[in-house]
């Protein structure tokens, strides 16, 4: 039984070591989000502004910002439909 309990310990630790590995990265971006909601530099506003303009291509090409604007169009829709309900 103790081969049994230290396979699975082993498997444990790869897989925990794997796992750490895996979300150092993610440990980074949540660093550095962390430093943008704080407003921690002066150069945050126009470093945020410069990445969105450079993803919009990529967003555009996906079609996510075809599939935004239709959702806000038709939540406009709505809003004006109750109003003109709300008038008559």
Do not use: C
Not at 5 to 32: I, K, Y
Not at 34 to 39: A, F, P, S, T, Y
Not at 50 to 68: D, R, S
Request: glycine share 6%; hydrophobic share 45%; net charge positive.
């Amino acid at each position: 039984m103790a081969e049994g309990d230290n396979r699975s310990t082993n498997l444990l630790a790869a897989e925990t070591a794997s796992l750490e590995e895996q979300l150092q990265g993610w440990g980074e971006v949540m660093l550095m989000a962390d430093k943008v909601l704080r407003w921690e530099r002066a150069w945050f506003p126009p470093a945020i502004v410069v990445t969105f303009l450079l993803l919009l291509p990529g967003l555009n090409q996906h079609g996510i910002i075809l599939k935004y604007i239709g959702m806000a169009k038709r939540e406009i829709n709505k809003l004006l439909k109750q109003k003109e309900k709300k008038n008559e």
